[in-house]
């Protein structure tokens, strides 16, 4: 079972961002969602589609629809810049998949 | 505050073995399922394996199943992952990370995260 995401995303600062991710489980599956910068390790920053972990900013939100699940990143920051992964499980629900990987990038 | 402390890793040559360790603190261990994800250098990353809060239930990715084991002590607060037969592909870093049981539809989220250890498999 695969999880499909862009290799890479770029947007402007203060702009919207989208990053999605596509897999045919999704309709019945929960999505995660991971920010990893540079060097360290991922943080959670979505989880059961739509929550945010405390302590995450509330410029990060997510969704999902059909066979895709989206992060937002809404006016993005130089901080954001990382590579973003997003995660189910396999359609029988029994172990964890991640997806590729996308690097996000704000010039 | 939750801390995942993972150690033993290393160099270890084509076919030998290596046992990570992660300690935890900060919160019930024995509450929370536990995993064990991966990520070669420049890759993304991958799941290795998953146990229970209890112990009882484990998973693995086919890519070490038979290989590595998972295995726990809730007395401890420790987490394991015994390396065989390991291969140059083993070859990441090493993430202990709280969450990742599936059932019924939904993960438990993995929430908490080490800073990793190194594995190099290498002649």
């Known amino acids: 079972y695969e999880l499909t995401q862009s290799p890479s995303v770029s947007v402007s600062p203060g702009r919207t961002a989208w990053i999605t991710c596509s897999g045919d489980a999704l309709p019945n599956q929960y999505a995660y969602w991971y920010q990893q910068k540079a060097g360290q390790a991922p943080v959670l920053v979505i989880y059961k589609d739509t929550e945010r972990p405390s302590g995450i900013s509330e410029r990060f939100s997510g969704s999902t629809s059909g066979t895709t699940s989206t992060l937002t990143i809404s006016g993005a920051q130089a901080e954001d810049e990382a590579d973003y992964y997003c995660?189910?499980?396999?359609?029988?629900?029994?172990?964890?998949?991640f997806g590729g990987g996308t690097k996000l990038t704000v010039l | 505050e939750v801390r995942l402390v993972e150690s033993g890793g290393g160099l270890a040559q084509p076919g030998g073995s290596l046992r990570l360790s992660c300690a935890a603190s900060g919160f019930s261990f024995f509450t929370y399922s536990m995993t064990w994800v991966r990520q070669a250098p420049g890759k993304g990353l991958q799941w290795v394996s998953t146990i229970s809060d209890s112990g009882e239930s484990t998973n693995y990715a086919d890519s070490v199943k038979g290989r590595f084991t998972i295995s726990r002590a809730n007395s401890f607060d420790k987490l394991y992952l015994q390396m065989n037969s390991l291969r140059p592909e083993d070859s990441a870093i090493y993430f202990c990370t709280r969450g990742g049981f599936c059932g019924g539809g939904t993960c438990f989220p993995l929430d908490f995260w080490g800073q990793g250890v190194l594995v190099s498999v290498s002649s």
């Open positions: 995660q189910s499980s396999d359609s029988g629900g029994t172990y964890v998949v």
